[in-house]
């Protein structure tokens, strides 16, 4: 496990890319995101970026899939037309899932 993988829209996916993200996949629906998503998990990534609009669209997948587990890192962005207040309620649930300490605000 070394890699990053990037699951979003096309515009997210391709500034990524630019970025220097070498797995990406743009995807449309739900289930394009499930696929994408357990590829990511048969490749053994250890950090996985996804919007947030998909990520809430496969919460249940998500969870059932990982449960517990602290790798892959799944870490939730917002989407162009997100409010960036939610992304800082997803960045302290990561702190607390990755180092078990509460960031209080």
Do not use: C, Y
């Not at 998503?37 to 998500?62: G, M, P, Y």
């Not at 602290?70 to 962005?77: A, K």
């Amino acid at each position: 496990m070394s890699s990053v993988g990037i699951i979003g829209n096309m515009d997210i996916v391709s500034g990524f890319r630019l970025g220097g993200v070498k797995e990406g996949v743009a995807v449309a629906n739900k289930d394009e995101a499930i696929v994408a998503f357990d590829k990511f998990l048969d490749d053994e990534l250890s950090v996985i970026i996804i919007t947030q609009k998909i990520a809430n669209e496969i919460r249940s997948h998500i969870n059932k899939k990982l449960g517990s587990q602290v790798l892959p890192m799944v870490i939730e962005i917002p989407d162009k037309d997100s409010k960036s207040e939610e992304s800082s309620d997803q960045l302290a649930e990561l702190i607390k899932r990755v180092t078990g300490v509460e960031m209080v605000k």
